[in-house]
């Protein structure tokens, strides 16, 4: 993949930045983290959870109403680990619990081509075909719950299906464009470094967009300096990349179904802050 410039645009302008808010439908309180952050213009992108327990038709509405206010793009974050259940009542491996199995299990089936790739195009057909019912269209883009799109068979089967269901969407891939030298320091970014230069190869034979370049990762045990990791973030990126981000509201449902509590809280307290508009800018960026 062809990693374009990161210097400043020929045409003067500030680099145009994605920032992608994962997870809206996991729990209430990251779903009024990122209509908050939406309705302050603090992300332009956030992906859903189809098969979240908390979103409904009501969700959906507050979340297009606010995206279409700020004109920010809404995708599909597909999942397929647990504690999660599959939209299709016949998705297979699923745990005794109904649910998907654990992401470690997920990704060695994935590794090893071992997972159903039948299974795998009707589970990402009923995902899609949820979204267009809540939403009255297809996602502007598709990315993956715990990056499952980088394995093989996921990410072919998403194709597969974005070719029917949602021809003009863009897919998620998770290279980085940063030196080689750092590259090495970060285990699980340069694992989606390797996977996700298959991923764009394929997609581009498909006709597929994707992102130019990706950054976000970190280890989210860690209490850290956020707005230091979030700088880094931007270091390299090209016109036109994607920042994950993951802000929320720590509440029962949250605490229920997920170990990533604390820095959801810093996250969103840093992009509703007046510093981030502040660090953008001081690095030459915008949000697209």
Known sequence: MTVPSTSP???GQLRRLWLCADDYGM?????????????HRRINATSVMMVGPSFSDAEAQELAQAGAERRAAIGLHFTLTAPFRPASGGYRPVGRDGAFFSLARTFAAGLLRRLDADALAIEATHQFVAFQR??????????GHQHVQVLPQVGDALMAVMKEAAPSAWLRQCGRAVPLS???????GLTLDVMSARLAARSARRGIATNPAFAGTYNFHRSVPYEGLFASFLDHLPDGGLVMCHPGFVDAELRRLDGFLAMRETEHAFFAGERFPRLLASHGFALA
């Open 27 to 39: 729990a209430p309180g990251i779903n009024r983290a990122i209509r908050d952050l939406l309705a």
């Open 134 to 143: 809540a939403f009255g269209r297809p996602p502007d883009f598709v990315d």
């Open 9 to 11: 645009r020929s045409d």
């Open 182 to 188: 750092r590259r090495w320091r970060d285990p699980k």
